[in-house]
């Protein structure tokens, strides 16, 4: 039988993404991003190992070479040190550093990493229920004791239940509004919540009745209008999130429209140019430029159709 669409996005987005991992690496020469944007790829590379690393139907796993670059940098004390250069994000870098060792590393610089964080980033003060919700879900993972509220207390509070769509607009001889639902910053707190509350797809996200119907409306309205403007990235995150709210997306109208969108956009080398297709990368750009521009929405595809096209999945939501 051929690969399916989903199939075929995430082969490719697999691919090019282990073209490039020269780039992914903080201390190659060719990677000439600032200090922050090495981390975070880095970051975003251990993530999609964590979570989606698997074999393929040939029985050998398609990240196994950026499997084997996360296990290096994990155990490299000059890593965590590159978190030192973003104050305002150092102590985020840390828990999710320490959260995503890989298993079976020497995971001393983890721990190092951990025993810096101030005590105040792990307790709930001043901050808003979606970053609670992401301080939770790695200090879990991590292992790390805290102060945030048990998720039946932040559910109630959080983007899914609490974000309400815009009021629509029609544009004049259409049926297609002129108005996002929300606005983008919104869309991806709504995305991330369900992520961390749905550990990616392993589990129920815990919402249920009228919420789990509010958050899955929330989510169609906005893929409508990512699929409408071309935002590759949203719409790949919105798929994903369709999932864990426990839908098969190639079974909703605008979940099977945005992975149509995203292989309308997957260049024959598997990447996707940007996060939509007005900030696209220009053509004749440099392979350092092309890869700040493509990575995180390539990489998000990618893991978006591994978990939803892996034959061990299955919607974890609660109808």
Same mark, same amino acid.
């Given at each position: 039988?051929?690969?399916?669409?989903?199939?075929?996005?995430?082969?490719?987005?697999?691919?090019?993404? #282990?073209?490039?991992?020269?780039?992914?690496?903080?201390?190659?020469?060719?990677?000439?991003?600032?200090?922050?944007?090495?981390?975070?790829?880095?970051?975003?590379?251990?993530?999609?190992?964590?979570?989606?690393?698997?074999?393929?139907?040939?029985?050998?796993?398609?990240?196994?070479?950026?499997?084997?670059?996360?296990?290096?940098?994990?155990?490299?004390?000059?890593?965590?040190?590159?978190?030192?250069?973003?104050?305002?994000?150092?102590?985020?870098?840390?828990?999710?550093?320490?959260?995503?060792?890989?298993?079976?590393?020497?995971?001393?610089?983890?721990?190092?990493?951990?025993?810096? $964080?101030?005590?105040?980033?792990?307790?709930?003060?001043?901050?808003?229920?979606?970053?609670?919700?992401?301080?939770?879900?790695?200090?879990?993972?991590?292992?790390?004791?805290? #102060?945030?509220?048990?998720?039946?207390?932040?559910?109630?509070?959080?983007?899914?239940?609490?974000?309400?769509?815009?009021?629509?607009?029609?544009?004049?001889?259409?049926?297609?509004?002129?108005?996002?639902?929300?606005?983008?910053?919104?869309?991806?707190?709504?995305?991330?919540?369900?992520?961390?509350?749905?550990?990616?797809?392993?589990?129920?996200?815990?919402?249920? #009745?009228?919420?789990?119907?509010?958050?899955?409306?929330?989510?169609?309205?906005?893929?409508?209008?990512?699929?409408?403007?071309?935002?590759?990235?949203?719409?790949?995150? $919105?798929?994903?999130?369709?999932?864990?709210?426990?839908?098969?997306?190639?079974?909703?109208?605008?979940?099977?429209?945005?992975?149509?969108?995203?292989?309308?956009?997957?260049?024959?080398?598997?990447?996707?140019? #940007?996060?939509?297709?007005?900030?696209?990368?220009?053509?004749?750009?440099?392979?350092?430029?092309?890869?700040?521009?493509?990575?995180?929405?390539?990489?998000?595809?990618?893991?978006?159709?591994?978990?939803?096209?892996?034959?061990?999945?299955?919607?974890?939501?609660?109808?």
């Amino acid at each position: 039988m051929p690969p399916s669409l989903l199939e075929q996005l995430s082969a490719g987005a697999l691919d090019w993404l #282990g073209g490039n991992l020269d780039h992914f690496d903080p201390f190659s020469a060719n990677t000439g991003a600032t200090t922050r944007g090495k981390a975070k790829a880095a970051l975003e590379l251990g993530l999609l190992c964590h979570r989606a690393a698997r074999p393929d139907d040939s029985g050998t796993d398609p990240l196994s070479g950026a499997t084997a670059l996360v296990r290096k940098l994990w155990q490299d004390p000059d890593f965590p040190r590159l978190f030192d250069d973003s104050p305002a994000y150092a102590s985020t870098y840390r828990l999710v550093h320490a959260a995503l060792a890989p298993d079976g590393i020497d995971d001393t610089q983890c721990r190092e990493a951990l025993a810096r $964080l101030d005590p105040d980033f792990l307790s709930p003060g001043g901050k808003s229920p979606y970053r609670r919700i992401e301080i939770r879900y790695y200090a879990d993972k991590a292992g790390v004791r805290h #102060g945030i509220e048990p998720y039946a207390e932040l559910i109630p509070h959080s983007p899914l239940v609490a974000l309400r769509a815009a009021a629509p607009g029609l544009a004049a001889g259409t049926a297609r509004s002129t108005v996002e639902p929300l606005t983008v910053p919104q869309a991806y707190a709504l995305t991330h919540t369900a992520f961390y509350l749905g550990d990616f797809g392993r589990r129920s996200p815990r919402v249920a #009745g009228a919420d789990l119907d509010h958050a899955r409306d929330l989510t169609h309205r906005m893929l409508l209008h990512c699929v409408t403007h071309d935002l590759w990235d949203l719409a790949a995150e $919105l798929v994903l999130t369709q999932f864990v709210l426990g839908e098969d997306p190639l079974r909703t109208p605008w979940g099977a429209a945005a992975v149509e969108c995203l292989a309308r956009a997957q260049r024959p080398d598997g990447a996707i140019p #940007g996060r939509s297709a007005e900030l696209r990368a220009a053509p004749r750009v440099t392979a350092g430029e092309f890869f700040r521009k493509a990575y995180h929405t390539t990489l998000v595809t990618a893991l978006m159709a591994s978990i939803v096209s892996s034959p061990s999945s299955s919607p974890r939501g609660i109808s």
